[in-house]
């Protein structure tokens, strides 16, 4: 079956730094990946669309010069949070469609844990 | 704004009964929709998947659809102590496949 690949799933840092995460499609291509984040507790909150070949669509109240996204193929897209701080610290979750009606459904990828100390 | 909201919870049930979750859905462009089981630090893994009204059966799962009153519910038989987690209903519109999900029904199936 479809499977997505996120890497890495745990991070430390330091308050100011830049991490960037990677999500696969590893046996399929997606022109569009979802990037979610998930506060302990709460539900998955869509931060933005990841198109391949232009760029991101971002949902209302996320800053795209924080979380920098790119597509540059059709297996991969990139998140960069840019100088995290402690409120940045949240569960990273991304996924892609594998095709079938209306891009479902999508195949979520392991997640990667943010700490920023 | 598009909503997906489910029964509060938490929900717990015995051993070997039947759980019922339910959601209800606020935009009516809505075509697909789906249930996902999240364990604890984990990413959510699909469940049921459902499209056009009326039940749709897989093992131990049935997936209800109504779209007259925007209402999708996931019925669990013979519920397992494994089948602890948080139930994530999620609905999808249009051809980018955005997906609007609800807040979350933790189940705790005790022996």
């Known amino acids: 079956g479809a499977v997505v690949s996120q890497h890495p799933s745990w991070v430390i840092c330091k308050s100011g730094t830049s991490v960037k995460i990677e999500c696969r499609s590893l046996d399929f291509q997606a022109t569009t990946m979802f990037w979610y984040r998930q506060f302990p507790k709460q539900s998955l909150m869509l931060m933005a669309t990841?198109?391949?070949?232009?760029?991101?669509?971002?949902e209302q109240g996320v800053e795209k010069d924080k979380f920098l996204i790119n597509h540059a193929s059709l297996t991969l897209s990139t998140l960069t949070v840019t100088s995290a701080h402690p409120e940045d610290s949240s569960f990273y979750i991304c996924?892609?469609?594998?095709?079938?009606?209306?891009?479902?459904?999508?195949?979520f990828g392991d997640g990667t844990r943010l700490s920023i100390l | 704004q598009k909503e997906v909201e489910q029964n509060s919870g938490p929900l717990s049930v015995p051993e070997g009964a039947i759980a019922s979750l339910n959601c209800t859905y606020s935009?009516?462009?809505?075509?697909?929709f789906f249930w996902y089981r999240q364990y604890s630090g984990k990413s959510p893994e699909l469940i049921m998947s459902?499209?056009?009204?009326g039940d749709k059966e897989d093992g131990r799962f049935t997936a209800q659809l109504n779209k007259a009153s925007q209402y999708v519910s996931l019925l669990i038989r013979d519920s397992q102590p494994s089948d602890s987690a948080t139930y994530l209903c999620a609905a999808g519109g249009t051809s980018y496949g955005k997906l609007t999900f609800g807040q979350g029904t933790i189940l705790t199936v005790h022996p």
């Open positions: 990841s198109n391949e070949g232009s760029k991101a669509t971002y």
């Open positions: 459902i499209y056009s009204n």
């Open positions: 935009d009516r462009g809505s075509q697909s």
């Open positions: 996924s892609a469609p594998s095709g079938g009606p209306n891009n479902q459904p999508q195949h």
